[in-house]
């Protein structure tokens, strides 16, 4: 490239191809159930009602945990469970879905509680607890919007 460009003849340089840009993913992605520190999602199929809660473990091991729940109607362990068995309807495990995540376990909290306050209709039994009043008034007017 020196010594073109001493005789004024511009060169452009192509990176050229190792077999790390060939198999650039090794490994496989990890699917929804796999994923950790999630705030989460279920809804039911019913109605407009979502549960809103986190989990530092897998999330198809929490999503099972709610399913025995639900399935053994112990409506003092589970908001999800009291709802079904109060009203009959029925859950949509297969639409439940991952909001976010985040590692640490204090701002995991804060974002659940500001999710659950945003819901339209959350099933929850609590508002999370952790956002001053001053946010949970932001957080429902822009909910309303």
Known sequence: KRILNSHNVKVAQKP????????AKPKDPVTKEQRTDAIYSIPCNDCDNEYIGQTKRQFGTRLKEHQKAVF????????LSEHTCLTNHTIGWDNSKIITTNRRYHQRLCLEAWQINSAHAPLNRDDGGLLPDAYLHLVRKKAAN
């Open 16 to 23: 050229f191809q190792t077999l790390g840009h060939i198999f």
């Open 72 to 79: 053994l109607c112990k409506k003092e362990n589970s908001a």
